[in-house]
């Protein structure tokens, strides 16, 4: 038997998101009374069941998601052209939770990190990182506001380590009132994705697992909503 921990955000009207991208809306396409009129006239009658459909209007950025190359360089690889294998992984999850908003989380915070959660960030691994943003704020509107960041050395770090997806649960690995972008800019330069607004990192801090986080065939997508999950073999 296997141990599922969902590490994805629920998706939902006017979710907290990245103050520039594109807000969730969600409404009802279809309801069951609709369906309901339009299948007796069908029918000419009672109809065998009615139906609901839900609409939805996100950003390829909104809820819990994963950064394509695309989205850092117009030469980078679009999210469906990226390799399922990227996907799953071997993962592993520590915690830094005592840097505040707008300060940089160091390659000393990462190790110190590993040494607490008594584990090696090793090459091919997906690496989660809890701040703790996520649990302090959300679903307020201060979730989207600030939050810490990764320092260039410490994005730097992690692209060292050979990892090839890392993720936090905020809504950016940069800090929002730093122009320069660190963590992105490497990303681009090294072709490695990111994720963004996970949550429960904290259940799997020191775990063995495997990560799951398949992202949609979008054509010439920029990211892609994920439904990141971790599997721990009992």
Known sequence: MATYIDLGQ????DQPVY??????????????????????????????????????????HGPTHVDAPRHFSPEGDPINEMPLEQFHTP??????THRDPGEYISVEDLESACDDAGVTVDEGDTLLIRTGHYDRTHPSREYAENYPG????????????GV???????????TPDDPTYPCHTLCRENDVPHME????????????????????????????PIRPVAVLED
Request: charged letters at 25%.
């Open 19 to 60: 103050h520039t991208h594109q807000k969730t809306a969600m409404w009802t396409d279809t309801s069951h009374e609709d369906a309901r009129h339009a299948l007796e006239k069908q029918v000419g009658g009672e109809p065998p069941f009615t139906f609901e459909t839900k609409a939805l209007l996100l950003c390829d």
């Open 164 to 174: 090839v997806n890392f993720g936090v649960d905020q809504p950016s690995p940069d």
């Open 150 to 161: 990764l320092s260039e050395d410490a994005t730097q770090w992690i692209i060292d380590q």
């Open 10 to 13: 629920e998706i939902y009207q």
């Open 197 to 224: 607004n996970l949550r429960n990192i904290d259940r799997v801090i020191g775990e063995e697992f495997t990560f799951i986080g398949f992202p949609l065939a979008i054509r010439e997508g920029t990211g892609s």
């Open 91 to 96: 993962g592993t999850a520590i915690e830094v």
